[in-house]
């Protein structure tokens, strides 16, 4: 609602400086015209230079070009005023106030902006970061693995699928426990790539050799691979010609890209990307909780938790673990996190001692509400 009040803000701006300045145009030209006029008369007459000019004065006056522009300046002056507050109020400038003073582990933020710079695969300026923080020891295992997923992605750009087939098959026990069939994607687009030189032998020597060990689940697909033998000579004019597009290679890349992260025990998204960008979308509350209760500063140095609910969009809800707070202990399969009529979740054990197992209702450990037992419902993660 801010950004779009704030974009109304700047419409109305732009709309009355367009107007604003299309009247001064349009009074330029008739001085203009009046002047090139009077010269001519000059040039053409051997009338007094004097009467001339008095008369283009008497025209400078009927034109009255600051009484013509005063009105369109003056509705300009007053949208002008108003947008710094608007700016002011939509972007907040100082969001130091949501600050809280809590001591970070200096060489673990190191390293999650070291790993950032290398997944993302700005080597050099991941090794001038941990140079310069003191951390070089600790870089070459965070950088090794993802120099070699760069390696293989770069080779696949260049339609070179032999170190990512390599990898792949390396690791192709991991991959099928995580339910990838990577494996068998990259002997496709390899399959595809061979029927494109017109070699038929050599690519049904391919799929001999290589699609067996997928018949069981996936013959469906390797039967719409076979089918393309038959147009070995005009792929590009075929009922298969789909395979031929390049976005079969970048949705490869990046299942590479996911499982390779995967198997190094990290998340697909950079950790430091997903944590800005949610910090992002949480900060604007937060310092409108603080503009409200700046005298309780303090107060809210030493709060436990938040005071006010932050909502994240879905991309952010991602706990695999719930943690009760009342407990302070993981739920299980037979003490499951239950959500309660508030809102606020406990486990299923802390909600029954409370409850006197489901002979009572109890307050909230968070909020005035009164819970009965029998109400709340299991949430699953």
Same mark, same amino acid.
């Given at each position: ?16 400086? =367009? ?17 090139? +006029?009077?010269? %001519?008369?000059?040039?053409?007459? /051997? ?24 009105? !369109? ?34 060489? !673990? ?15 050099? *300026? ?16 965070? +950088? ?25 098959? $390396? ?21 595809? +790539?061979?029927?494109?030189? %017109? ?9 001999? $050799? ?13 039967? =719409? ?21 390049? /976005? ?31 910090? *992002? ?9 603080? $503009? *409200? ?5 303090? %107060? ?9 609910? *932050? ?41 029954? +001692?409370?409850? =006197?197992?489901?002979?009572? /209702? ?20």
């Amino acid at each position: 609602m801010e950004l779009n009040s704030l974009k109304d803000a700047f419409d109305r701006v732009a709309k009355k400086q =367009k107007l604003s300045c299309s009247k001064t145009q349009e009074v330029m030209d008739q001085i203009v015209q009046e002047i090139e +006029k009077t010269i %001519e008369v000059m040039q053409s007459t /051997t009338l007094d230079y004097k009467s001339v000019l008095a008369e283009l004065k008497k025209k400078f006056h009927e034109i009255a070009p600051l009484s013509q522009l005063e009105g !369109t300046q003056k509705e300009l002056n007053i949208v002008l005023s108003k947008y710094p507050k608007a700016l002011e109020k939509a972007l907040n400038p100082d969001i130091s106030m949501a600050y809280r003073n809590i001591e970070f582990d200096s060489h !673990t933020v190191n390293q999650i902006i070291a790993s950032h710079f290398y997944r993302q695969g700005m080597f050099d *300026v991941g090794d001038c970061f941990v140079t310069e923080a003191g951390d070089a020891e600790e870089a070459a295992a965070m +950088k090794s693995p993802f120099l070699e997923m760069y390696q293989i992605l770069e080779a696949m750009r260049s339609r070179n699928l032999e170190p990512a087939l390599k990898w792949a098959a $390396t690791n192709s026990n991991k991959l099928k426990e995580n339910g990838s069939d990577l494996l068998l994607r990259l002997h496709h687009l390899q399959f595809v +790539k061979i029927l494109q030189k %017109e070699s038929r032998d050599e690519a049904l020597m391919y799929a001999r $050799t290589n699609f067996a060990t997928f018949a069981g689940n996936h013959m469906a697909e390797i039967q =719409k691979l076979m089918g393309c033998l038959l147009y070995s000579d005009r792929l590009h004019d075929s009922p298969y010609t789909h395979l031929l597009s390049p /976005t079969n290679w970048d949705i490869v890349a990046e299942e590479l890209t996911r499982q390779f992260c995967n198997l190094l025990g990290q998340s697909y998204e950079s950790p430091l990307s997903v944590t800005i960008a949610a910090g *992002v979308q949480v900060l604007p509350p937060l310092v409108k909780f603080m $503009t *409200v209760m700046s005298w309780k500063k303090q %107060e809210w140095q030493s709060m436990k938790q938040l005071p006010v609910p *932050v909502e994240l969009d879905k991309e952010f809800q991602f706990h695999s673990v719930f943690v009760c707070p009342v407990s302070k202990e993981q739920s299980t399969d037979d003490n499951p996190p239950m959500l309660m009529s508030c809102g606020h979740v406990l486990c299923k054990q802390s909600i029954n +001692k409370m409850s =006197k197992n489901g002979s009572k /209702t109890f307050k909230c450990p968070y909020c005035p509400s009164d819970i009965d037992a029998a109400q709340c419902r299991q949430l699953n993660f």
